[in-house]
């Protein structure tokens, strides 16, 4: 087997009862991504039971760059994120849902925004997707436009669409951020927590063709508000000192 060159980037994709959408989503990640930048894309399982691992498998076969990491018992999309994050190789950490509705044709912006940015921003800089035209029901769209208008008044965390999947970040900045169940929802908030900077571009946004949802509007609304007042917290709390010598 031909060896691979060490990723600069990792996409990292969570998922739960996916098993449609496996192939149909990493041939577009590796239609969009091959000849612009070395990866790998890191599917996290998270405790599927329908034909998900089967079909990982399968894709492993046809993509050499597909890392496959499985929870044994569903863990959350957070927790699924984390993980995949966490056995990563890329020093650039790229996520997105796994239904197929974040496009992947939108990461090679993406990341040549972030390569343009200055030397000293870069490290502590996440890109983050505006999915200004929004392929969902119209209770589902309510919905998140309410949750976004009442996050970003209270955090501050200056994006549109905090609970958007696709997001382009350093790995070395994802692991510094606090994490806990549902954080990717606030992950603008925590990276300005952190002393980094967010720049949020407008990123296509599909309708679901294969599979369900696996949640729902009410079963989000409460967590998040719990969540919402727990991140102020962290918020409120942050200390990031100016270090004028390592020695």
């Not at 998922?15 to 612009?36: S, T, W």
């Not at 044709?105 to 502590?124: G, I, K, N, S, T």
């Amino acid at each position: 087997m031909t060896s691979l060159a060490v990723p600069e980037l990792s996409v990292v994709v969570p998922v739960k009862n996916e098993a449609e959408n496996i192939r149909p989503l990493l041939d577009e990640i590796h239609m969009a991504l091959q000849g612009k930048v070395e990866f790998e894309v890191v599917y996290v399982d998270d405790g599927s039971d329908d034909g998900t691992p089967a079909a990982l498998e399968q894709a492993r076969v046809i993509h050499p760059r597909l890392r496959v990491v499985r929870h044994k018992a569903s863990c959350g999309q957070s927790q699924a994120v984390a993980t995949g994050v966490r056995y990563a190789q890329g020093t650039l950490i790229a996520t997105l849902d796994g239904d197929g509705q974040n496009d992947p044709a939108d990461l090679p912006a993406m990341l040549e925004h972030w390569r343009a940015q200055p030397d000293d921003v870069r490290p502590r800089l996440m890109i983050t997707g505006w999915r200004a035209n929004r392929r969902d029901d119209g209770i589902r769209r309510l919905s998140s436009k309410v949750a976004n208008s009442i996050r970003s008044k209270l955090l501050r965390d200056r994006t549109p669409d905090s609970g958007s999947g696709i997001k382009l970040l350093p790995r070395a900045l994802f692991l510094d951020l606090p994490r806990f169940d549902h954080m990717h929802r606030f992950m603008a908030a925590l990276v300005i927590r952190a002393g980094g900077s967010v720049e949020v571009v407008k990123v296509n946004h599909r309708p679901r063709e294969r599979g369900t949802s696996k949640y729902g509007v009410w079963n989000r609304l409460w967590v998040g508000i719990v969540d919402l007042f727990g991140v102020m917290w962290l918020m409120r709390r942050a200390r990031n000192p100016v270090v004028e010598s390592k020695e």
